[in-house]
């Protein structure tokens, strides 16, 4: 396969996005090729959710009986209670990452050899492993490396209060969707609160607006974003405590979750300050084919948003997508890379089948993302607590797999920071929809009637008429390029 640059060379760093010095400071996973698929790894999945329901409900009934022995009541409670902390030590030791491992492939720590340059949510960095070499290029690497570890992570948490009805208290083994869903979300109130340029400080006290933004994410029904809030808006979509979810599933729920809470507060103090907008294809996807970014839509939600006073607001943007069958189908792998180049990228809700990460970045073949498949006990911040412990948010330890071996059920995330903003983005996405040789990732239209008949190459083919099993550049390998229903 050819180089990443070779492809394209539009994917270089330019003047505006280029960085090649030191920073400043201070400033579910889808179960297979489709949502519906249950893949071997959900097995595993299912296995430990319900040995934690199993056990504690075992417990708890062990404890309460007052008709057996005290003798059988200390024999049933030695072996629940070692049963329970076998599995809890597999799920919060290292034994969870060996197992995720095991389902999702050793992943690669650190960086690769590559001195290629790095795209990470729409900055670029040039790159220097030679101590020796370019002192640009060397300070670059440095500051990747700090953005990279100034993204909040998001991953499985334990002791949390149980999800609604549920004695679950703990999202291990199956909530790893969800994480990426957070972190996703998490990235677009940065940008919109701090700007792309923020870094974690060093030194406390932290940013008010930093602090306030991870208290949303805490693990209780009190904070907006929680896993609890989420797996509650997304009962529509299938979400449920326990139980897997796939992209356009996690999408949906966000933007139900989004509208709950927008009405629960006047304008001014929204939690979430921006639209949002879940992309998807003709009649919701119904009829296939690349989903259709409608410039009239995107208006209609922003002003919805805004409860009819503004035109236009900032808008988060969330596009599902099934690019394959049981693999990403290589036509896809060049506009993938591409969408990194954005100013407005938040990156791709993404992995291996039942394993999803957040991809945030690019380098060549290989993406690099934040994992959520470790666990750490529960953290709920108060808002005005400046000197938090902020550590479990981040990470460090920078990982990477090839771009060509996710998941082909993903969901991508933008976000427009105001109609200039969004703008630049239908100019960037039209374009790259242009030259993506007829296997578009996603379209821009201004109506949905002007959505109906789409531009592949040099044929405009009728967007009703697109059907799952149609390629619209007919070839050998036409049976690899169909696109999933939505």
């Not at 979400?239 to 979810?245: E, H, Q, T, Y």
Request: net charge negative; aromatic share 8%; glycine share 8%.
């Amino acid at each position: 396969m050819k180089g990443f640059h070779e492809r394209n060379g539009s994917l270089k760093c330019s003047s505006k996005t280029c960085i090649d010095s030191t920073p400043t400071s201070g400033i579910g996973s889808a179960p297979g090729p489709s949502d519906s698929k249950f893949s071997k790894t959900s097995l595993w999945s299912n296995f430990f959710a319900s040995a934690f329901s199993a056990f504690d409900t075992i417990s708890e009934s062990s404890t309460s009986s007052s008709s057996t022995s005290a003798c059988e009541k200390k024999t049933s409670f030695s072996k629940t209670n070692g049963w329970t902390a076998a599995v809890k030590r597999v799920v919060s030791g290292g034994s969870m990452r060996r197992i995720h491992e095991r389902v999702m492939g050793p992943s690669k720590i650190g960086m690769s050899s590559s001195t290629s340059d790095i795209w990470l949510l729409g900055l670029c960095y040039k790159i220097s492993q030679d101590s020796s070499g370019d002192v640009d290029a060397t300070n670059g690497l440095a500051a990747f490396k700090h953005d990279f570890s100034s993204r909040i992570l998001m991953t499985y948490r334990k002791g949390f209060a149980a999800i609604g009805d549920t004695k679950i208290t703990s999202d291990a083994s199956w909530g790893c969707m969800l994480r990426s869903g957070q972190m996703l979300v998490a990235q677009a109130l940065l940008f919109h609160r701090l700007g792309r340029s923020w870094r974690k400080p060093s030194r406390k006290p932290f940013d008010q607006a930093y602090i306030e933004i991870l208290h949303q994410f805490g693990d209780s029904e009190a904070s907006a974003f929680s896993i609890h809030n989420l797996v509650e808006a997304g009962k529509t979509y299938g979400l449920a405590a326990g139980s897997w979810v796939g992209p356009y599933a996690m999408c949906r729920s966000w933007e139900s979750l989004a509208r709950s809470k927008r009405e629960e507060n006047d304008l001014e103090h929204q939690v979430l300050p921006m639209a949002v907008y879940v992309v998807s294809g003709d009649e919701d996807g119904e009829r296939g084919g690349a989903p259709v970014v409608c410039i009239e839509d995107a208006s209609r939600h922003c002003f919805e948003f805004s409860r009819h006073q503004a035109h236009w607001t900032p808008i988060l943007l969330l596009v599902p997508l099934v690019l394959g069958l049981d693999k990403v189908n290589p036509r896809y792998i060049p506009s993938l890379q591409a969408t990194f180049t954005f100013p407005q990228c938040l990156g791709i809700l993404g992995g291996k089948p039942g394993a999803s990460t957040y991809i945030v970045g690019v380098q060549e073949e290989n993406v690099f993302y934040l994992d959520p498949h470790d666990v750490q006990p529960v953290v709920n911040l108060s808002p005005d607590n400046l000197e938090a412990d902020t550590s479990s948010y981040h990470c460090d330890t920078i990982r990477h797999i090839p771009l060509d071996s996710i998941d082909p059920s993903l969901a991508i995330g933008f976000f427009c920071r105001d109609k200039d903003d969004f703008d630049d983005f239908c100019s960037r996405a039209s374009k790259l929809a242009e030259e993506s040789n007829g296997a578009p990732l996603f379209t821009v239209a201004q109506t949905h009637s002007a959505s109906k008949r789409i531009h592949h190459g040099n044929t405009m083919v009728d967007a009703g008429e697109v059907r799952a099993d149609d390629s619209v550049d007919v070839n050998e390998n036409s049976n690899e390029d169909d696109w999933q229903i939505l």
